[in-house]
């Protein structure tokens, strides 16, 4: 069985490096055929090479006086650097490099189980916010994913991070984590089992460390190993106190600070240290003092004297971890209170009695975790997590009693909720639920193509190439209908159902906002069981919620389009408030793809009813702007499984981004769709209209070049977003995350 890890394995510390070889030792000894899935994360990257400011600033001074430094008075960086980057090669078995989430998405993984930790992997900190790859959120929705001693570095988490953990966690199978401390706090994001387990590098033996050890030229001397993450006062002078009293020089070095003198007994620097020379060098010392987590677990491994001050920030988990096993008389915090280094008792036969027990725990944990299982995920009716509600409808229109009205949350969207009293426990709604329905999804056949209305007129009305107006006129020409989106009278985007070309218009161009559904299901109901013809056209979700309430007709078809994601009706009723009191005017139109300047680059045109006209560039206009974000999105566009080849309608249309560097003659700017075929009925749909269209084949890679693979990534501001709604005024509340206009701003003033 194959199993691969993801973990900080690119960072350059003792403890990250460690930790990760140990995990893969340890999964090699248990059987499997580990990898270590080599994300090569830039921000985590950049902290440790000495060459991140490379070919950027080769014009600039300052560039060359830090290569000249680097390469004298900081060389000791250089060696280090190479030290690390060979344990890499030498002693992991790495995956080729992957830089980004997108390279992450492209690989067809084959993994029995993948395993994301130990390290601070969950601490949006260390990671600049917390990143989808450390939650193995890059895999098949099918792939067993395992958390194992992840790590958050703090006990506690940002309140606007806590619905990114809820649904981080809600796709981990078996979590465990390191810190017992962080249970209060996640327990907040999950229902499910939180397990402890020990940092991995306490899950091999002194002997697994002992070959890869490189013991230093001094070995044969007696020393004191002083071992810090930062300059630590206390823990100085509590070295320095052992120095004088035993005689003894001290070997100083860290990760993170300069090289310095700082004992009047101290030997040469060691800053230059892999991972094996640190074992080395701790192994061979007499004494160890630090204030490292690692540096703890080290001297504990070899069975070492020490003495551990703890970090400021850190401190927690190497209290919990000396409190596990009984050696808090190795804590000092106070060098005043530290007397001598012999009076510092350590009964290493207790403490390695009470690791296993610990280490046994975290075998079992991994050992119950790597079993294949079918996986059932719970839906919104067992969960009440909204990422896990779609706001379909099919749940409500379902059931026999009319138990269920759909309630708006704060945030502006709908979810179910259930009247007891007239409730007769039937389960239809729970079984209709499409979350986590495979059988909603067309997996099988795809067959793509780039392609745009022959008619000119249609091209240019239209979001893309213009698919839509011809399927539904040939439709509407044999009597059939058509279902889509379009305003009403206050600017709410609702589905509605014609048999006219006339409103076949309306529905034509994309609005960015959350449609309304209400009432439609059972209308085309209706229609399908008088065996009329209904072409629905909509988003991947309401097609499913569709199928999942009437099951498939042969005179039902379905064109979905693709959605990156559905921004919530509330910002969206807001933001035409705002403009209805600025330009006193109700607004009449709001067309998000004029393709004035082009389509690439589309305008909203904001039409009002005294005949005032908007037109902005899209990507500056903060509603539009705050939508490309998926800052407004709805939770469970960021769980989305209607992604790439899992498609719910029989054809899916949607813009061709990225054509013109694929076909050179397509590169007009005028609007080009992309078409993905995904059943038989589709297959009919598009013969219906193919000879209305220019349309070449094309590969479902190259469909998704720019087009996106994964559902949008939920970022902590979508939630402080949504906190601060009600409060603030809409247009500067979404102006404040509107970072491209900020800068347009300014840059204005700068030439005024
Ligand atoms: C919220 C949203 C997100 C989108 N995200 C992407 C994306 O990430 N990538 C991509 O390639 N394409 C995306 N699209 C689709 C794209 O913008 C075009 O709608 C699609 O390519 C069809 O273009 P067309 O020229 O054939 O049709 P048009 O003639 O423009 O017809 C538009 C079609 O979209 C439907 N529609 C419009 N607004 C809504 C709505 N709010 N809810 C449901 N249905 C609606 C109409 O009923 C009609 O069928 C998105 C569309 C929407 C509405």
């Not at 589905?495 to 009432?519: A, D, H, L, P």
């Not at 919620?545 to 099951?551: N, Q, V």
């Not at 909203?604 to 800052?631: C, D, H, P, S």
Request: proline share 4%; glycine share 4%.
């Amino acid at each position: 069985m194959k199993a691969g890890i993801l973990t900080l394995n690119s960072a350059h510390n003792f403890g990250a490096s460690l930790q990760a070889y140990a995990l893969q030792k340890t999964l090699e000894n248990l059987g499997f055929e580990t990898k270590i899935i080599n994300y090569r994360y830039k921000k985590i990257d950049n902290v440790y090479n000495p060459y991140r400011r490379s070919k950027k600033g080769l014009l600039n001074i300052w560039f060359y006086l830090s290569r000249i430094k680097l390469h004298t008075l900081d060389k000791y960086k250089i060696t280090k650097y190479y030290n690390y980057e060979t344990f890499f090669k030498e002693y992991f078995n790495l995956t080729p490099p992957y830089k980004t989430l997108n390279q992450l998405m492209d690989v067809e993984w084959d993994y029995d189980f993948y395993l994301c930790g130990s390290d601070q992997i969950w601490s949006a900190h260390i990671t600049r916010g917390l990143q989808p790859p450390y939650f193995l959120d890059f895999l098949p929705e099918d792939s067993k994913k395992i958390a194992y001693a992840a790590s958050l570095g703090t006990d506690t988490i940002n309140e606007y991070d806590i619905p990114l953990f809820k649904q981080y966690l809600f796709n981990i199978d078996n979590i465990s984590i390191r810190e017992q401390s962080s249970i209060k706090s996640l327990k907040e994001c999950t229902d499910k089992t939180l397990d402890v387990t020990i940092d991995p590098t306490l899950l091999l033996e002194k002997e697994d460390y002992d070959e890869l050890k490189i013991d230093p030229s001094f070995k044969d001397k007696d020393y004191i190993f002083v071992y810090v993450i930062d300059r630590n006062e206390e823990l100085y002078k509590i070295a320095e106190k052992i120095s004088q009293e035993e005689n003894l020089p001290v070997v100083l070095s860290s990760p993170y600070i300069k090289p310095e003198k700082i004992f009047k007994k101290q030997m040469d620097p060691v800053w230059d240290m892999g991972p094996r020379e640190f074992l080395g060098v701790l192994a061979n010392a007499k004494y160890v003092v630090t204030n490292s987590f690692h540096g703890n677990i080290f001297s504990i491994i070899y069975q070492k004297p020490f003495i551990s001050a703890p970090h400021q920030v850190t401190s927690a988990r190497v209290l919990q971890f000396l409190e596990k096993i009984n050696l808090k008389q190795v804590l000092f915090t106070d060098s005043n209170e530290f007397g001598n280094i012999k009076d510092v008792k350590i009964d290493y036969s207790d403490v390695e009695r009470r690791l296993n027990d610990l280490k046994e725990e975290s075998i079992n944990f991994l050992k119950k975790s790597m079993v294949k299982d079918g996986k059932v995920k719970p839906n919104y009716f067992e969960n009440k997590l909204e990422l896990t509600c779609y706001g379909c409808y099919a749940c409500k229109e379902i059931c026999p009693n009319g138990a269920i009205s759909m309630v708006e949350d704060f945030e502006g969207f709908v979810y179910p909720q259930i009247d007891e009293e007239i409730c007769n426990n039937c389960d239809l709604c729970k079984k209709t639920c499409i979350f986590s329905k495979a059988e909603l999804k067309n997996t099988d056949m795809h067959s793509v193509y780039a392609a745009y209305s022959l008619n000119k007129e249609v091209r240019e009305f239209s979001s893309s190439g213009g698919i839509f107006l011809p399927l539904a006129q040939e439709f509407i020409e044999k009597g059939g209908y058509v279902v889509g989106v379009a305003y009403d009278e206050n600017m709410e985007a609702r589905y509605m159902i014609t048999e006219t070309m006339e409103e076949c218009k309306k529905f034509s161009g994309s609005k960015y906002v959350r449609s309304n559904i209400e009432g439609i299901l059972p209308e085309i109901k209706k229609l399908l069981d008088d065996s009329k013809k209904v072409l629905f056209t909509g988003i991947p979700c309401h097609v499913a919620g569709l199928k999942g309430y009437i099951g498939n007709r042969d005179n039902l078809f379905t064109a979905e389009i693709l959605c990156h994601s559905n921004p919530s009706p509330k910002v969206f009723r807001k933001y035409i408030q705002y403009l209805e009191e600025k330009f006193k005017s109700k607004v009449i139109d709001f067309k998000f793809k004029n393709k004035s300047k082009g389509w690439k680059s589309p305008s909203v045109e904001i039409i009002f009813e005294n005949g005032k006209t908007i037109i902005e560039n899209a990507k500056y206009n903060n509603y539009t702007r705050a939508f490309q974000m998926g800052l407004t999105a709805r939770p469970c566009c960021y769980n989305c499984e209607f992604v790439k080849e899992n498609r719910a309608g029989d054809i899916t249309i949607a813009d061709f981004w990225g054509i013109e560097k694929i076909e050179e003659d397509w590169a007009d700017d005028r609007g080009t769709s992309l078409i993905i075929v995904n059943n038989d009925k589709g297959q009919n749909l598009l013969d219906r209209i193919v000879d209305q269209l220019k349309i070449i084949p094309k590969t479902m890679e190259e469909a998704f070049i720019k087009n996106h693979k994964r559902p949008v990534i939920m970022r902590r501001e979508r939630n402080e977003f949504f906190d601060r709604l009600d409060e603030e005024n809409i247009d500067e509340l979404l102006y404040s995350y509107n970072l491209l206009k900020q800068r347009m701003d300014k840059r204005k003033k700068f030439f005024l």
